[in-house]
Structures are given as structure tokens and as C-alpha cells.
């Protein structure tokens, strides 16, 4: 079974999860990590993996920011055993992937990040236990039947307001009329998948989990 890597190693293989063994990737900050952060991947059915660029980039965001950045294939991606399960199990995933993060390195959650439908399964879990940070990109309100929850974390959602994956304008509304204030940022002339921005949503997930809570 995956054993916990040293700072500044990474790390790759199974652990145990709800629907057979999941599939993840571990990437440590140079120093001391004071933190983890696990990021979720877009939609299985649409060719979303842990490796997706945008989620590469934010895992590499949370490693500048001192945290250990946790990437994983939800069920039925890759190597991990399973089946897709309409968001629903994919959550719980999450949650083992949470869960089995926290006992290894004996840190703290600091972040729950996802791009995508990732960014819905990242935003449910947090419903159920709210991290320090929460990152959504490219958010789709549409998998919620009614308004989107708040959990009680410090959340950055980022938009391409180019968006033509999801209804970026509902989204972007939905998210705005929630209270406390989510940190909506928009990213001008952006598509879903945030081509030639990268670097820019890099340094704004630093930004975000630099602060202090």
C-alpha cells in the first residue's frame, strides 16, 4: 500500500477506497508541509483524470503555498476500480481520499480544491465537513438542483467568463448571490479549460491559500 512521501519526494499508487482501490498522486513542498490539499478532476465521462492540466496547476499551486497537494482518479478512471456513479459515489471517494491523506501524513486538511464537475464533488464534500479552503474552476451550478451550499470555508471560485462547457452566466450568478460572499474571480476571454491562462490561475490559488484563516 502507498506509503506517505518525504518533503520535497513524491509519491504514486492505491489505497483503499468505497468502491475498490483508488488511484493517487502525491506531491510535497520543498519544506515541511503545514497542510493538505485534495483537488478533484473533471467528469469521468468526458475524459477527466487526476493528470487534466488545470488540475495539475492547482496542485502545483498548493505545493507553492506549502501544502501537500493530493491528486487522485475518481472510480472507474485509470487504475482505480469501480464504476461512475452519477456524482454520488464520487463524493465519497473524495472523502476516503480526505480521510486516508490525513492519517498517513498525520497533517491537517487545509484545502479542497476541484476543477469542473470535480469543482461540484469538492463543493459537496465540503458541505459535509467544511475545509479552511475551498477552490472551485469552472463551477456548473447545474449539478445542484437548487442554490449551491455555503459551507463555512474561505472559497475562491475562479470562471473563464468564455466558458462554453458550462452556463457560465448562471453559474457565475449562482454563486455570487450566496452568502457569506464567495471570492469570485473572472478570468476575460477564458474557456473552460483556461488555455494560455494557467499561469495566471496559478498564482491566484497561491494567493488564496497563502492567506492566512
Not at 518525504?6 to 513542498?29: F, T
Not at 503545514?34 to 495539475?56: L, M, S
Not at 451550478?141 to 449551491?148: E, G
Not at 494557467?198 to 492567506?211: P, Q
Amino acid at each position: 500500500m502507498l506509503e506517505w512521501p518525504q518533503a520535497g519526494d513524491s509519491a504514486s499508487g492505491q489505497i483503499d477506497g468505497p468502491a475498490g482501490e483508488l488511484q493517487i498522486d502525491i506531491d510535497m513542498p520543498e519544506d515541511t508541509a503545514r497542510g493538505v490539499a485534495v483537488i478533484c478532476h473533471p467528469h469521468p465521462q468526458h475524459g477527466g483524470t487526476k493528470d487534466n492540466k488545470v488540475v495539475f496547476m492547482i496542485a502545483r499551486a498548493a505545493v507553492m503555498a506549502g501544502l501537500a497537494a493530493v491528486r487522485f482518479n475518481f472510480r472507474g478512471v485509470g487504475e482505480s476500480q469501480g464504476s461512475y456513479d452519477e456524482g454520488v459515489g464520487e463524493v465519497d471517494d473524495a472523502q476516503a481520499v480526505r480521510d486516508w491523506a490525513l492519517d498517513a501524513s498525520g497533517l491537517p486538511l487545509a484545502a479542497l480544491c476541484g476543477f469542473s464537475f470535480g469543482s461540484a464533488v469538492a463543493l459537496r464534500l465540503a458541505d459535509r465537513e467544511a475545509p479552511p479552503k475551498l477552490v472551485t474552476v469552472g463551477f456548473p451550478s447545474s449539478y445542484f438542483d437548487k442554490a449551491p451550499p455555503r459551507p463555512s470555508s474561505e472559497w475562491l471560485a475562479v470562471f473563464g467568463d468564455a466558458d462554453d462547457v458550462i452556463d457560465v452566466d448562471t453559474s457565475i450568478a449562482a454563486v455570487r448571490e450566496l452568502e457569506p460572499a464567495v471570492d469570485v474571480q473572472i478570468l476575460e476571454g477564458a474557456g473552460h479549460f483556461l488555455h494560455g491562462r494557467l499561469t495566471d490561475l496559478r498564482k491566484r490559488v497561491v494567493a488564496h491559500l497563502n492567506e492566512s484563516d
